[in-house]
């Protein structure tokens, strides 16, 4: 039977040590990159609101106000082709129940692009930006009013065929003048 020196026991712990040295010093770096990767996913949040002006017989002003606060850590930048703001009627006979995202509750009455010829939009980390528009509606309808956007690609890539997108609505009473 062999016996174990004390060479042979410090080779041992020496071995585990490094081991167990080489497992924490991965673990470590991975857990910071996951904690440093979703630092980097967009997070923002945002708000749209509506205020009417009669300025005719049959027309009013509506003013749209959309703010957004991006609470990541990096810019969040916005594909300006895709930020879009919709006017949509709402039409008498449109059923009861939810309306639906991805279908109209009406004719859609005013649509602006507010930043299409730009180069680039981003959102600053840790600050509100605004996107602020008026459009002209008839009085006396109701209107769902909506803002959507997607972010840049080339900045935040995408999952599988999907952008990262957001849209915000409200409705809209408008009174009759």
């Known amino acids: 039977m062999k016996t174990v020196s004390i060479g042979d026991i410090k080779d041992i712990v020496t071995t585990i040590a490094i081991i167990l040295g080489v497992i924490g010093a991965a673990w470590k770096w991975f857990f910071e990159e996951w904690l ?40 969040a930048y916005i594909d300006p082709d895709t930020l879009e703001v919709s006017v949509f009627s709402i039409k008498p006979e449109a059923e009861v129940g939810f309306l639906k995202p991805d279908h109209p509750p009406g004719p859609k009455v005013a649509k602006i692009l507010p930043k299409k010829k730009w180069i680039g939009y981003f959102f600053e980390p840790k600050t509100k930006s605004s996107v602020q528009t008026v459009a002209v509606v008839e009085s006396g309808r109701s209107c ?8 840049d690609e080339k900045h935040h890539g995408s999952i ?8 915000r609505s409200i409705v809209v009473v408008v009174p009759a003048a």
């Open 36 to 75: 440093r990767r979703r630092s980097d996913i967009p997070s923002l949040s945002g708000e749209i609101s509506v205020k009417t002006t009669p300025f005719s017989a049959d027309r009013a002003l509506l003013q749209i106000d959309s703010d957004w606060i991006n609470n990541g850590t990096f810019p």
């Open 144 to 151: 769902v009013v909506k803002l959507s956007f997607a972010l």
């Open 160 to 167: 599988g065929d999907y952008l990262w997108t957001y849209e």
